[in-house]
């Protein structure tokens, strides 16, 4: 007998929170908005690393892609740059 464990919704509901903050930028961007998207976009990395250092590896789900430390540097890395960039170019 095979048994399979099911990932419950519960585990995937901090990379959603994340997609959503994401989609939420993007179509702040196809509105003419863009410097506002690109912080979100980056915002939503930054939230990204931060759900990573404090979530188990069981319940990050999706955002689990290396080890915690690995992730929540890169994360929080491309969310630093993003927000750099966005706030400084005219």
Same mark, same amino acid.
Request: proline share 0%; net charge positive.
């Given at each position: 007998?095979?048994?399979?464990?099911?990932?419950?919704?519960?585990? *995937?509901?901090?990379?959603?929170? @994340? =997609?959503? @903050? =994401?989609?939420?930028?993007? #179509?702040?961007?196809?509105?003419?908005?863009?410097?506002?998207?690109?912080?979100?976009?980056? /915002?939503?990395?930054?939230? #990204? /690393?931060?759900?990573?250092?404090?979530? &188990?590896?069981? *319940? #990050?789900?999706?955002?689990?892609?290396?080890?915690? &430390?690995?992730? @929540?540097?890169?994360?929080? #890395?491309?969310?630093?740059?993003? @927000?750099? =960039?966005? =706030?400084?170019?005219?």
């Amino acid at each position: 007998m095979i048994t399979t464990r099911r990932a419950g919704i519960t585990t *995937h509901l901090a990379f959603a929170l @994340v =997609v959503a @903050v =994401v989609l939420f930028g993007f #179509a702040l961007i196809a509105v003419y908005r863009w410097r506002r998207g690109a912080t979100l976009i980056g /915002g939503a990395l930054l939230l #990204a /690393g931060g759900l990573r250092a404090v979530l &188990s590896d069981a *319940h #990050a789900g999706l955002l689990a892609i290396r080890g915690r &430390s690995a992730d @929540v540097l890169a994360y929080t #890395a491309f969310g630093l740059a993003l @927000v750099a =960039v966005a =706030v400084t170019i005219d």
